[in-house]
């Protein structure tokens, strides 16, 4: 069974900083892309950060250099640090585990963890 859990998540003022962790089980973490993806309150779900398993990363415009995605394959676990937080930065953010295989591919989940910024 596979297991993606979120933890870091919650609340802190503009300007603040969140390290986010996804802790993956049931899965060869090391041949998984991950990826962090979130979702504000009537909006689209977007992508935040990749990171494929050569650790290669990519990042969307609108957290460049604020964010930074690291996977540790020791621990089975990929990171999102998130610095310079700002108020449109709230959104739940969910990890992502993918992998392309010959005629289709594997794309799990986690639960979402909730990251709220306000003063």
């Known amino acids: 069974q596979v297991q993606l859990v979120e933890s870091g998540g919650g609340l802190v003022e503009p300007g603040g900083s969140l390290r986010l962790s996804c802790a993956a089980s049931?899965?060869?973490?090391?041949?998984?892309?991950m990826a962090w993806y979130r979702q504000a309150p009537g909006k689209q779900r977007e992508s935040v950060a990749q990171?494929?398993?050569?650790?290669?990363?990519n990042y969307a415009d609108s957290v460049k250099g604020r964010f930074t995605i690291s996977r540790d394959n020791a621990k089975n676990t990929v990171y999102l640090q998130m610095n310079s937080l700002k108020p449109e930065d709230t959104a739940v953010y969910y990890c992502?585990?993918?992998?392309?295989?010959?005629?289709?591919?594997?794309?799990?989940w986690g639960q979402g963890t909730q990251v709220t910024v306000s003063s």
């Open positions: 049931g899965i060869i973490f090391t041949i998984y892309d």
């Open positions: 990171i494929t398993n050569f650790r290669r990363t």
């Open positions: 992502n585990a993918h992998r392309v295989v010959v005629g289709g591919d594997y794309d799990y």
